[in-house]
């Protein structure tokens, strides 16, 4: 995979989008319900804040990410929903100021991750590139909250392809987290970008396949919208059973939405 520049340049461009959705909004507006049950704007802000502190922590000190691991560990099932029930009971110009501080200060330090090193994490460590990928995944899909709370339909990206790559690589994932196994062959995925240029994954040959908008893709498996409403289609039993179980987070299958 190529060095994290390009891909800490799309994080950057993400969370820009995102600022500009919260920005002009009156403090009240913070305070609105997102379709996340029980997060508020204030929340998907604070939860983002949340991730990016710790983010950084695992780059500059990794004894302090030590201790948060630990904590986590303590509190697995409610450690991500405290760090945002915490930070979203913040003024919002204070959260937007430091948020924006944060991220500022983790994107800068992903371009200066040694080739090769690997960050900790609270699944497998991971390097530069893979952190920066993961952290534009949760922006765009945490944004995606935001904007259906505000009634905004926003545009589709390239930065798209780099979230599609995230859920077609952690379909294993998405089998294990549901307590079934894996295929043992690959899947062909088909993606049609934004510009309508094809992306795809996997061998051409592939008799388990899954086409449709790269979209509408990402929307399944980040958990925004339910299957029946997407453009994506699955040929072959395998392929058919992963698109009811995607998802490119770590952590428990998710309800849906």
Not at 82 to 92: D, I, M, N, V
Request: charged residues 20%; aromatic residues 8%; proline residues 9%.
């Amino acid at each position: 995979m190529a060095g994290p520049g390009p891909f800490v340049a799309d994080l950057r461009a993400e969370s820009d989008d995102l600022d500009a959705l919260v920005a002009p909004l009156p403090p009240q507006r913070w305070a609105e319900p997102t379709p996340a049950p029980g997060w508020t704007i204030a929340h998907q802000i604070g939860h983002l804040l949340w991730t990016d502190r710790v983010s950084l922590l695992s780059i500059t000190d990794e004894n302090g990410f030590a201790d948060v691991l630990a904590g986590a560990a303590a509190d697995p099932g409610g450690f991500v929903d405290a760090g945002a029930e915490e930070l979203a009971a913040r003024p919002a110009a204070e959260l937007l100021t430091d948020w924006r501080d944060t991220r500022g200060r983790l994107h800068a330090a992903l371009l200066e991750v040694p080739d090769g090193r690997k960050l900790p994490w609270f699944g497998p460590p991971m390097s530069a590139t893979s952190m920066a990928t993961a952290r534009l995944m949760e922006t765009w899909a945490h944004g995606l909250d935001v904007a259906d709370t505000l009634g905004i339909a926003r545009p589709a990206t390239d930065r798209l392809r780099s979230i599609a790559h995230i859920g077609v690589r952690a379909r294993d994932y998405a089998y294990l987290v549901n307590n079934l196994t894996p295929p043992a062959e690959q899947f062909r995925v088909e993606l049609r970008g934004p510009g309508g240029d094809v992306w795809s994954w996997g061998p051409a040959e592939a008799a388990q396949r899954v086409t449709g908008s790269a979209e509408d893709f990402c929307f399944l498996v980040t958990q925004r919208r339910p299957l029946g409403s997407l453009d994506v289609t699955a040929v072959g039993e395998d392929a058919q059973r992963w698109l009811g179980i995607a998802q490119a987070f770590a952590g428990p299958p998710g309800a849906g939405r």
